[in-house]
């Protein structure tokens, strides 16, 4: 008899909810279609079969190369343009099998630095890279000076898009570091054989002969084949699988928790709307156990965030296989693992919810609550944008199941399954909050 009466209360939430055409819009429409906006705005990165390990790509690039080079025409700001731009008669399906680089920059050359600047301030460029007039100078080694000195070369991005300018800052760097290497290279070499020249008479004969006869010419290309070698972007597991970030499941996930959070924390709160239009007040006066409304009101509060959060998962992966014109399930290869979250998740939501309908006394302060609460949990758990650059708001992002059930889902999705933590986690916060919270609830029973 009582498991009939919970059963009844229970399927008496479930079906409230989920005939109300209103609130399925809120509650499930609205995510799939936030979470498809910013999914189709991203989709360039999502899924790994595009055929690229770099999702970055296309980064407008201006160079502007001032170096004067050395008296015997070596030019060392010219390997940058060699690098970074395509000729002009290079196909793009040529120059992406020649070298990422050019697929990655998309660069073109400049000769007024100050126009280089102007066009990254406007936005007719995301990055440029001024090199010095005295860049060969310094970096360079001749017969005349074998110091290899400091220099700069300067690397302007667009704020716009910092990823993409950092990654080609990144990709500068390593460029003029193997620049310095190869020139340290020759300068280590020749230096030796002149020191041999010097203590060894005969191997100085020879090697005077050869230097006057032009007959010592020797190749350093090997000291700069690192300059010219293709850079490959990929991130990768453990056990070696590609895997990408995809802000479908990042945001969707996101989205789909935090539109559970209102359905948790509105589901048990409702008795105080029970109360309100009589029906708490006409199921006391029935022969049932208040402790059964009260759990009644819980289960059925949970299996609708269940259901709520499964859809959307679902919903998010046909999204996905849309987008990507494949058909691949974006939350991994852990199909128990995603529900498993999926139950955790709203353990915890359910568990706040009854927590919030014990604090609070009259429904006025229920809404004003559930929304504060509901909203803090959203920022911090990434609903709208991310906060982990953030040193202090970082931290407070782990006392929300919104963060632990997003980080599970994002795991999964790159075949992570490492998600106990979150797991134990989630059911600690929902056991937690549900102790508190029915103490305090089964007090708002009382007449």
């Known amino acids: 008899m009582i498991l009939q009466k919970l059963l ?11 005939t109300d055409r209103s609130l399925l819009l809120i509650l499930v429409v609205t995510p799939l279609v936030l979470a498809t906006i910013i999914g189709s705005a991203f989709s360039g990165l999502i899924g790994a079969g595009g055929g690229r390990d770099v999702p970055v790509s296309d980064v407008s690039t201006v160079i502007v190369n001032q170096d004067q080079g050395l008296a015997d025409g070596t030019n060392h700001g010219q390997i940058f343009i060699d690098l970074l731009v395509p000729p002009a008669d290079l196909s793009p399906e040529a ?38 007039p005295d860049f060969s100078e310094r970096i360079g080694v001749s017969q005349d000076d074998m110091t ?36 340290i290279t020759i300068a280590s070499t020749i230096e030796a054989l002149i020191d041999r020249a010097t203590s060894d008479l005969g191997f100085g004969m020879e090697f005077l002969a050869a230097n006057n006869s032009g007959e ?10 690192t300059a010219a070698a293709s850079i490959t972007i990929e991130q990768q597991t453990v056990s070696g699988d590609v895997v990408g970030f995809n802000p479908l499941v990042t945001f969707g996930s ?12 509105y589901g048990v709160a409702s008795l105080l709307d029970d109360r309100k239009d009589g029906t708490l007040q006409r199921l006391i006066m029935s022969p049932t156990p208040r402790w059964v409304i009260l759990i009644g009101k819980i289960i059925g509060t949970f299996v609708t965030c269940v259901l709520q959060v499964s859809l959307l998962i679902i919903g998010l992966a046909v999204i996905g296989i849309l987008l990507q014109g494949e058909v691949t399930f974006i939350w991994g290869n852990n199909p128990l693992g995603v529900f498993a979250v999926v139950l955790a998740v709203a353990f915890a939501g359910s568990g706040i919810g009854v927590f919030v309908s014990g604090i609070v006394k009259t429904q006025e302060q229920s809404n004003i ?13 990434g609903a709208f944008f991310t906060v982990q650059g953030i040193p202090i708001i970082r931290d407070l992002t782990q006392l929300t199941p919104n963060y632990w059930a997003v980080d599970a889902f994002t795991r ?12 134990i986690v989630l059911v600690a916060l929902g056991a937690a909050f549900f102790t508190a919270g029915l103490f305090l609830a089964s007090r708002r029973l009382e007449f």
């Open 8 to 18: 009844t209360l229970a399927w008496r939430e479930i079906y409230v909810t989920f």
């Open 216 to 225: 010592f010419n020797p190749d350093f290309d090997a000291a700069f084949t």
């Open 412 to 423: 999964l999705s790159q075949l992570d399954n490492t998600i106990g933590l979150n797991l």
């Open 254 to 265: 996101a989205q789909a928790v935090f539109f559970m959070t209102f359905t948790a924390l």
């Open 369 to 381: 609550v559930v929304t504060v609460i509901a909203m803090v949990f959203g920022i911090l758990g």
């Open 95 to 132: 120059a992406n099998a020649e070298s990422i680089l050019f697929e990655l920059t998309n660069a073109v050359t400049l000769d007024d630095p100050e126009a280089a600047r102007e066009g990254v301030s406007t936005g007719a460029y995301v990055v440029a890279i001024i090199i010095p």
């Open 148 to 183: 290899i000195e400091p220099t700069t070369i300067e690397v302007i991005g667009n704020e716009s898009a910092p990823i993409s300018a950092n990654v080609v800052t990144m990709v500068v760097r390593s460029i003029a570091n193997d620049i310095a290497a190869g020139n």
